[in-house]
């Protein structure tokens, strides 16, 4: 947008970025052209550290979909980050 004559300002809101990070952009871009705008992920490798299988993912994300909390004898009403973690660790428990 800014090779196009877009301003800064609006190039930024259209973009939804800093007016830094498209200034960043435009003189990687025009040092080493688009190979210089690879952009990696942020965070780690997808997959990496995860504590259940897949096929234990695919377990809990069946019950999630297909039951209530409290149909599963849970305190809660409503699938929260707590009430899962406690559904991990009951289904783990069962399995073992």
């Known amino acids: 947008m800014r090779l196009d004559g877009m301003?800064?300002?609006?190039?930024?809101?259209?973009?939804?970025?800093?007016?830094?990070?498209v200034i960043a952009?435009?003189?990687?871009?025009?040092?080493g052209g688009w190979k210089a705008l690879d952009v990696e992920r942020p965070g780690r490798p997808q997959g990496t550290g995860?504590?259940?299988?897949?096929?234990?993912?695919?377990?809990?994300?069946?019950?999630i979909?297909?039951?209530?909390?409290d149909q599963l004898k849970m305190i809660y009403a409503l699938w929260s980050r707590q009430a899962v973690a406690e559904l991990i660790l009951i289904d783990q428990a069962l399995k073992q």
Do not use: F, G, I, W
């Open 7 to 21: 301003s800064l300002k609006d190039a930024a809101a259209q973009c939804e970025m800093s007016r830094t990070t």
């Open 25 to 31: 952009a435009v003189k990687a871009y025009r040092a």
């Open 50 to 63: 995860r504590t259940l299988t897949a096929e234990q993912e695919r377990e809990v994300q069946r019950l």
């Open 65 to 69: 979909r297909d039951r209530t909390p």
